[in-house]
Nanobody, 124 residues
């Protein structure tokens, strides 16, 4: 399994932007479908965005469509989450997740590798 480390969280005002990064260890990153999840205060963890192995396909939760963009750089073993037009409801711990998969498809479930999370706080 890959080891995942998130970075880029912080405090931002509503309407602002942040870019999260998730660095993966190992030489098999390109074999992993990747995703971002979040868990807000008092809430269950929820899906945010996902990307396939090659980076050609993405999927988003309805709540972030048009505002967030997931991307990856397989040469750098890194997946990103660009977050624009942030809202207080986006406040959460954001987790990066990976799933080894044979097909180049987007996956929103079945992730086996998880990072430790990075806090994003959006003030109103």
């Amino acid at each position: 399994q890959v080891q995942l480390v998130e970075s880029g969280g912080g405090l931002v005002q509503a309407g602002g932007s942040l870019r999260l990064s998730c660095a993966a260890s190992g030489r098999t990153f390109s074999s992993y479908a990747m995703g971002w999840f979040r868990q807000g205060p008092g809430k269950e963890r929820e899906f945010v965005a996902a990307i396939n192995r090659s980076g050609s396909r993405t999927e988003y939760a309805d709540s972030v469509k048009g505002r967030f963009t997931i991307s990856r750089d397989n040469a750098k073993n890194t997946v990103y989450l660009q977050m624009n037009s942030l809202k207080p409801d986006d406040t959460a711990v954001y987790y990066c997740a990976g799933r080894a998969i044979s097909w180049d498809i987007v996956s929103t479930t079945g992730f086996s590798s998880w990072g430790q999370g990075t806090q994003v706080t959006v003030s109103s």
